[in-house]
């Protein structure tokens, strides 16, 4: 089935709905850890159909795993049993080196296997949209730098940092576009680096490319949501909405109310609730509290879509995510 992604988007406004980044904490449904279902496109596809069944998402959001794509460039990964993949150190070192990096074909490394993993969720879950989670384009081109060397690279060689993320660009067009082929109804796009630029370098080194793989993979039926958890989002709220993305999910670092007054009313806004410190580590009475506070704050706001700030860490408890849709509803129905 096919959605229209607008209309599906001003629904879940309406009604309410929740749409968190839920992917990993399917581990203990399935009793496996995260180091065999970032490996296996079958247990992800599970994953995604077990938490469908769990929960009333509004979606059903594949992993946000983003190493994914630094790895089919040549990155070096971190794998865990417990926790997300994580880069380890450097792979672009001086221009020469971005002159020289190829962009690799889709499905390089493990890309196939996420890729195949949606387009077996997608045969399952009938009920709702499925999005798929890739990197952003200037996060992807940091992780190919090293996240904290590349803010001295924008000044120090941004010619080299716009070569690589050109080609990271690319490299996530074709990517977004395997995902479209394989029957994602959108991308949940992580640009989470570009939050710890400032106003002007995220203009120049974000938002411009995220706008030219909005442009290339968009469509009625195909959303691209926005994502960024960083500090400095209020800042730049002008340049992120320039992208022309469906939606925009911001973390836990902002004031959500501060941010939906400066945006169009029109404009779908998702986010942001603690994923870390309320959902992960928090007690079932704190995420309630924490739910309720947050809906109240944006009560008047008919954009608005509840979310966690980021994707939920893999061993949030189950208990835990069951009372943030039991507050949603039972707020709902008061």
Known sequence: MKYNTRQWLQQTAMDKKA????????????G???KE????????????????EEVPSAASVSLMDLSVEAECFGAQVQFSDSEVPAITGRLINTPDEAEELKVP??????????????KKAKSSIADRPVFAGIIGPFSLA??????????????????????VTEKATDFLIEYAMSYK?????????????AGLLSPSLEEEFSSPYVKKIVDAVQDESFAVIYHNCGDNVLYM??????????????????????????????TFVMGNLDPVGVLRFGTPEAVRSATEELLKLVAEKDNFIIS?????????PWENIRVFFETIKNYGDK
Request: charged share 20%; glycine share 6%.
């Open 308 to 316: 966690s700030g980021c994707d939920i860490p893999p061993e949030t």
């Open 37 to 52: 279902l970032i490996s296996d496109s079958t247990k992800q596809a599970e994953g995604m159909i077990k938490i469908a």
């Open 142 to 163: 940091a992780r190919l730098f090293d996240v904290t060397q590349v803010m001295f690279d924008c000044y120090d060689e941004p010619d080299m940092v716009h070569a």
């Open 181 to 193: 082929s394989a029957g994602a109804d959108g991308i949940v796009m992580a640009e989470p680096v």
């Open 237 to 266: 709220l002008d340049s992120i909405l320039k992208t022309g993305a469906s939606a925009y999910h911001f973390g836990n670092s902002i004031d959500m109310k501060e941010a939906l007054s400066k945006l169009p009313d029109e």
């Open 105 to 118: 074909p889709v499905g390089a490394a493990r890309s196939g296997i996420y890729i195949d993993a949606i």
């Open 32 to 34: 496996v850890t995260v």
């Open 19 to 30: 749409m968190p980044i839920l992917s990993f904490p399917c581990i203990s449904l399935l």
